[in-house]
């Protein structure tokens, strides 16, 4: 049996990433190693890594995750990733969840369309109904995973890319560093016509924060220039670009098929004016 899907409509506001997330030893810590491996130097970015480990830093063990999914540094494999991105989420880190139902949702480690759906119901950006499944289902694997065995295999398929594109969206989209130096947050819209399939992005409205410290005259003109702007259009279009090609599609999604988030950029403890 395969499964026609006619439409899919998605509007919510999704958590993106805001500046000053994180501790400040952890960032430390996390910036320490991230300069080990821009210098190649995998030595020091291991030993950093396992003292930063071993002070349950939780960007740590998002960063121990990523080296271990993609094999930086380190052998590559993917079920330790998964430990350090579980702990890294059990920590606080959100984006642990969406790492989690992203390479589950990759054919390079699969797929486990499962394991991708309960973790992608626990990001803020996956609330498709297509892909439901009764609330009690979700707090209970068993009964998570008895729930899509009555799913026909095409819809398996297609929530699996669905959940894929949009958990490696949620994971790897940053807060651009220039609107971060200048205190601009913003939002946008993101568009995904998945039966195409084509992301498109819609700028919504931008915010200034209050900036501490000595500020240039500069800085103050530069706030208003467009680019401030444009930067946080530019940060999701190339992680959607990346999302779109690492899945690949399953077929039999209508050309209507629509699914909207929209992403808010904002700096954390900082008032907007």
Not at 3 to 31: E, K, N
Request: charged content about 20%; proline content about 4%; some cysteine.
């Amino acid at each position: 049996m395969r499964a026609s899907i006619t439409a899919l409509l998605l509007a919510l506001s999704a958590a993106a990433p805001h500046a000053g997330a994180g501790t400040y030893p952890g960032s430390l810590a996390v910036d320490a190693i991230r300069g080990s491996i821009a210098a190649r130097d995998c030595a020091t970015a291991v030993k950093r890594l396992k003292s930063a480990l071993e002070n349950d830093y939780p960007e740590a063990a998002l960063l121990a995750g990523s080296m271990y999914e993609n094999g930086i540094c380190v052998k590559r494999d993917w079920q330790r990733a998964v430990g350090f991105y579980v702990q890294a989420y059990d920590g606080g880190e959100k984006e642990g969840a969406a790492r989690v139902a992203a390479g589950y949702a990759d054919p390079a480690n699969g797929p486990d369309v499962a394991a991708a759906l309960w973790w992608s119901w626990k990001t803020e950006g996956f609330r498709v109904a297509q892909c439901s499944v009764p609330l009690e289902a979700r707090a209970d694997p068993d009964r998570f995973v008895a729930a899509l065995a009555a799913w026909p295999k095409q819809q398996l398929a297609v929530c699996n890319y669905l959940a894929g594109v949009l958990a490696t969206i949620a994971a790897e989209v940053k807060y651009p560093e220039l609107a971060s130096a200048h205190g601009i947050g913003g939002d946008v819209t993101l568009r995904f016509l998945a039966g195409v399939p084509r992301i498109e992005l819609q700028r919504g409205e931008s915010r200034e924060y209050e900036l501490v410290g000595w500020v240039s005259a500069d800085m103050l003109r530069d706030r208003k220039a467009r680019r401030m702007a444009d930067g946080f259009e530019q940060a999701l279009s190339s992680v959607a670009n990346r999302a779109l090609a690492r899945y690949p599609h399953p077929g039999s999604i209508a050309a209507d098929a629509l699914l909207q988030v929209k992403y808010n950029f904002h700096m954390e403890g900082q008032m907007a004016r």
